[in-house]
């Protein structure tokens, strides 16, 4: 089943495997204009898999990184975690010491935020 999911400020989440990412999982471009500056929020895929993950997940891009800031949020909106410095297309996150549950992955790069995930820590 493909399921649609909008995200205002960055795109259409196009998922057919499950709400939480995986290969399938792409976000298209949104294009806005507010005070006549047009905006495209996201022309490129990104995916993270296997999602829930017990102890690590490879974030997927569509194009390559270059001194990209990864921050995970818990859903108190609290950082828990920071990575500076990731490049190319391939990032294997290991969650080392976050407790299981739901996080939100922020990737940005100069204050520009490229993408917004979610993902599911399993304990078991």
């Known amino acids: 089943m493909l399921r649609t999911a909008l995200f205002p ?28 500056i047009q905006t495209n929020y996201f022309d490129k895929s990104i995916c993270n898999y296997p999602n829930p993950f017990f ?6 891009t569509g194009f390559l990184l270059n001194d990209v800031s990864l921050k995970i949020y818990n859903l108190y909106g609290q950082q828990v975690k920071h990575i500076n410095n990731i490049s190319g297309s391939n990032y294997i996150f290991n969650r080392e010491n976050l407790k299981g549950g739901m996080y939100i992955i922020r990737l940005t790069k100069d204050n520009s935020v490229l993408a917004t995930l979610k993902i599911v820590i399993s304990d078991n």
């Open 9 to 36: 400020s960055k795109g259409l989440l196009r998922n057919d495997m499950g709400a939480y990412g995986g290969p399938g999982a792409s976000l298209s471009p949104i294009t806005q204009t507010i005070t006549g």
């Open 55 to 60: 102890s690590i997940t490879t974030l997927q």
